[in-house]
């Protein structure tokens, strides 16, 4: 009994000095604190807006979060990267910084040309130029947050940004004394954006970067281009990430009609809070993965993979089975009977978070291995897949519910495209790759089938005492094994 207590004790030690709880629990817990605020303040624009005022600020929104995707040029991995690996860490901080300020810049202009493109409502025209003055803080923000990451150093992210959530909600609760419109309500957000950058470069950036380093640090238009021709597979990922996305709201917009628009965002906002986990994690998972791949014994890279791989796996069964069981409680109390019906689409959406978790990790250890042509490769087919289904889909069925539908099977087809890849590098087997459909499959399957005959929440509580309970035992059996053989051979 001695030993078992000393053994749990030593591991629940050990995993609170680690530097992946260290850094992914700041992460978590101001991600927690973020979503609470950031949530409460999406439903404040909810019930206090007009459907149609409320679908156009999340059109605004959609378009400047497309930008901003690619104002970062996707570097944000690449930089991370390589300045783990790098002698001359001052210039290379300035040089990435001083490229991020150009290219906020750049796409700001990308973003008003799309204004006059895609919409000739001077309303909403308007909201998408405002909103897109936050590229160019967004870009400079990304650069600093980077930074930090590869310093493990994401505390002092966390805390800016619980910052910036506090002041969002605050401004969402001005309205309920004074309502103002939405075009007043971006001025405010542009001002807190701006305030949080100041933050960033007072705080968040360990006076690593200043006006006179990055004023005496050069970058010319060559610079640039070599950057961009260098690592224009980053570029790709980095965009096309937020395009299967981001897309659907502009498609949506255009086919479908405004409350559509609005039920597809509350959906993804949901999601959004969702993934959060794995993402945060992921921040801190991937140095970690660069680490262990530099070694010249690959073991532990390998160890350290499959075991996150399950905990990503678990978490996405999580997240899908409490939206199933509880989301046609929880969304009409949050945002009102006008979105009675969102359970079932928010349903439909997160079938992706099935998928999402371990693609992500898998994206990861590709670019961790320096594959990140391939991984661009996959995100462009997912791209192809997505866009394809859903406007294929939206002109025969005018339904949300292809939309969403169309986003799972891209993630589907993604994440089989990564297996197919790690399968030839023998970083997984046939059996594991199997394993993990067939028993996704007959989880979910079965919980859906379930849940028509037993009570949700007595349901979702057992499910996860079995699933934990059975996953332990597994690990158990898995440590216990080598032990048996390695007495046995001893004898």
């Not at 290219?103 to 897109?132: E, H, K, P, S, W």
């Not at 010319?220 to 980053?234: C, H, P, R």
């Not at 995100?379 to 799972?408: H, Q, R, T």
């Amino acid at each position: 009994m001695n030993i078992t207590y000393n053994s749990v004790k030593t591991k629940v030690s050990g995993l609170f000095q680690s530097s992946l709880f260290k850094n992914s629990s700041w992460g978590i817990i101001s991600q927690m604190s973020q979503t609470l605020f950031l949530s409460l303040f999406f439903v404040i624009l909810a019930r206090m807006y007009p459907t149609g005022i409320f679908a156009k600020y999340i059109v605004a929104n959609a378009i400047y979060q497309l930008v901003t995707a690619f104002s970062t040029m996707g570097l944000s991995q690449w930089f991370i990267r390589e300045y783990m690996h790098t002698e001359d860490k001052p210039k290379m901080i300035s040089k990435f910084i001083k490229m991020q300020i150009y290219f906020g810049l750049i796409f700001y202009a990308v973003n008003i040309c799309l204004a006059f493109l895609l919409y000739g409502d001077q309303f909403t025209r308007v909201l998408i130029i405002l909103m897109g003055v936050n590229v160019i803080f967004d870009n400079l923000i990304n650069g600093i947050k980077s930074l930090n990451i590869a310093n493990f150093e994401q505390k002092k992210t966390a805390i800016i940004l619980t910052i910036e959530s506090v002041l969002k909600f605050v401004a969402g609760c001005v309205l309920f004394i004074y309502p103002f419109s939405i075009i007043t309500l971006s001025v405010i957000l542009i001002a807190i954006r701006f305030l949080t950058l100041n933050l960033f470069l007072v705080i968040g950036s360990s006076n690593m970067i200043t006006i006179k380093t990055l004023w005496g640090c050069s970058v010319s238009y060559f610079d640039l281009k070599a950057m961009v021709i260098m690592n224009w597979a980053f570029v790709i990922i980095g965009g096309v990430s937020i395009i299967n996305w981001r897309m659907s709201n502009i498609i949506i917009s255009k086919v479908l009609t405004a409350f559509d628009v609005a039920n597809y965002e509350i959906s993804f906002k949901i999601f959004s809070i969702a993934q959060i986990l794995p993402v945060v994690i992921s921040t801190s998972v991937f140095p970690l993965l660069v680490k262990h791949y530099s070694k010249h014994d690959k073991g532990d890279f390998f160890a350290f993979y499959k075991k996150m791989h399950v905990y990503y796996l678990l978490f996405g069964w999580l997240a899908y089975t409490f939206i199933y069981s509880f989301s046609n409680k929880l969304i009409p109390l949050a945002f009102g009977n006008a979105y009675l019906n969102n359970a079932e689409y928010t349903r439909q959406m997160f079938l992706t978070i099935l998928v999402f978790p371990t693609a992500l990790l898998q994206a990861n250890v590709l670019i961790a291995m320096k594959m990140e042509k391939q991984d661009m490769l996959f995100n462009i087919i997912a791209l192809v897949v997505n866009l394809s289904v859903c406007l294929l889909g939206v002109l025969y069925i005018k339904s949300l519910a292809v939309v969403n539908y169309s986003i799972f099977v891209s993630f589907l087809v993604f994440h089989i495209a990564q297996d197919i890849l790690l399968l030839s590098r023998k970083m997984t087997t046939l059996l594991s790759v199997l394993k993990f459909y067939i028993i996704s499959a007959a989880f979910t399957g079965g919980y859906i089938l379930l849940s028509k005959a037993i009570n949700p929440y007595i349901l979702f509580t057992l499910t996860w005492i079995i699933t934990l309970a059975v996953t332990f035992a597994g690990n158990k059996l898995q440590y216990t094994k080598p032990a048996i053989l390695s007495k046995s051979m001893s004898r």
